[in-house]
């Protein structure tokens, strides 16, 4: 600071953050409010153990969700796996089986991880299915069921477990496993398309909404993942495109990548396990993109 009290550059104190809000009932329309400069935490605090700290994450009997357990107790952190029901062998973790499709089962899911953890620092939504038929086809009941699942879960955890994100210590993390097609669309895929795009809608509001209090929100888009889920499309893409499985692996599910490949489970996992670590806090209201080069086209 020079003698005057004003920031010079080359300070060593750093700057007030400046944030104009408005003065109500003085007649000068928007005033500056001063808040105290905090600094950003040390590369020595990227390693810090996480033994304290609480996550919840659906989808967690195999696939992505499994890794991503597996990585955050690796990492030291508390851990609820939420599956329709309860895993017997995740090393390391609770596990709850509850229907995600329902209020009362996003709520308890919530409710569990308070009274094991007493917080919950890291939300993960990662359960789901999918769905492939023509929109003409699509049946109306997996519409709404693939909804449920996708985008209406991701927002009911959001909203139970907000008052304890947003007084997490080191900052409330919602990182939702969304898909590249929460960025691009593939025919036969309406309900699954548009709930991934609601996601990813949905992680840029609660970004906005949660940054006053050091909660961010940031959606990991993969392309195709070596998961139960994929296998299984394998064979209804076959029915709808007319083709053999074969032909389905190599002109459907690698077609949209640039690199030809699966991504592994435990890559995602190593992308979320990034994303609560002080320097994966500066992404929030956006996507994560793994996906092969798929959205560079």
Same mark, same amino acid.
């Given at each position: 600071?020079?003698?005057?009290?004003?920031?010079?550059?080359?300070?060593?104190?750093?700057?007030?953050?400046?944030?104009?809000?408005?003065?109500?009932?003085?007649?000068?329309?928007?005033?500056?409010?001063?808040?105290?400069?905090?600094?950003?935490?040390?590369?020595?605090?990227?390693?810090?153990?996480?033994?304290?700290?609480?996550?919840?994450?659906?989808?967690?009997? %195999?696939?992505?969700?499994?890794?991503?357990?597996?990585?955050?107790?690796?990492?030291?952190?508390?851990?609820?796996?939420?599956?329709?029901?309860?895993?017997?062998?995740?090393?390391?973790?609770?596990?709850?089986?509850?229907?995600? !499709? !329902?209020?009362?089962?996003?709520?308890?899911?919530?409710?569990?991880?308070?009274?094991?953890?007493?917080?919950?620092?890291?939300?993960?939504?990662?359960?789901?299915?999918?769905?492939?038929?023509?929109?003409?086809?699509?049946?109306?009941?997996? #519409?709404?069921?693939?909804?449920?699942?996708?985008?209406? /879960?991701?927002?009911?955890?959001?909203?139970?477990? #907000?008052?304890?994100?947003?007084?997490?210590?080191?900052?409330?993390?919602?990182?939702?496993?969304? %898909?590249?097609?929460?960025?691009?669309? /593939?025919?036969?895929?309406?309900?699954?398309? %548009?709930?991934?795009?609601?996601?990813?809608?949905?992680?840029? !509001?609660?970004?906005?909404?949660?940054?006053?209090?050091?909660?961010?929100? =940031?959606?990991?888009?993969?392309?195709?993942?070596?998961?139960?889920?994929?296998?299984?499309?394998?064979?209804?893409? =076959?029915?709808?495109?007319?083709? /053999?499985?074969?032909?389905?692996?190599?002109?459907?599910?690698?077609?949209?990548?640039?690199?030809?490949?699966?991504?592994?489970? %435990?890559?995602?996992?190593?992308?979320?396990?990034?994303?609560?670590?002080?320097?994966?806090?500066?992404?929030?209201?956006?996507?994560? !993109?793994?996906?092969?080069? #798929?959205?560079?086209?």
């Amino acid at each position: 600071m020079g003698r005057d009290g004003r920031w010079r550059p080359g300070s060593a104190e750093r700057p007030p953050v400046l944030c104009a809000d408005h003065i109500a009932g003085r007649g000068q329309g928007v005033g500056l409010t001063y808040r105290r400069w905090r600094a950003p935490p040390t590369v020595a605090s990227v390693s810090t153990p996480s033994e304290d700290r609480a996550a919840i994450v659906t989808g967690s009997t %195999s696939g992505i969700g499994r890794a991503v357990v597996e990585r955050l107790v690796s990492d030291g952190w508390q851990v609820l796996g939420v599956d329709l029901e309860a895993a017997d062998d995740l090393k390391g973790a609770e596990t709850l089986g509850a229907d995600l !499709t !329902t209020r009362a089962g996003n709520r308890a899911a919530v409710d569990t991880a308070l009274e094991a953890f007493g917080r919950i620092d890291l939300v993960v939504p990662n359960a789901g299915f999918q769905h492939v038929s023509p929109v003409a086809d699509f049946p109306e009941d997996r #519409w709404d069921a693939l909804l449920q699942i996708l985008l209406t /879960s991701p927002f009911l955890l959001a909203k139970y477990a #907000w008052p304890s994100l947003v007084e997490a210590p080191r900052g409330g993390r919602f990182v939702p496993i969304a %898909s590249a097609h929460a960025l691009a669309a /593939s025919p036969f895929k309406a309900g699954y398309v %548009s709930a991934k795009h609601g996601v990813l809608g949905l992680v840029k !509001t609660l970004a906005l909404e949660g940054a006053a209090q050091g909660l961010t929100a =940031a959606a990991v888009c993969p392309g195709y993942v070596r998961t139960p889920l994929v296998e299984k499309q394998i064979a209804d893409q =076959a029915t709808a495109h007319g083709i /053999s499985e074969d032909r389905v692996i190599e002109e459907v599910i690698l077609t949209p990548h640039a690199l030809k490949r699966l991504i592994e489970p %435990s890559e995602v996992a190593d992308v979320v396990a990034f994303l609560t670590t002080p320097a994966g806090s500066t992404f929030t209201g956006v996507p994560v !993109t793994m996906d092969m080069g #798929w959205t560079a086209r």
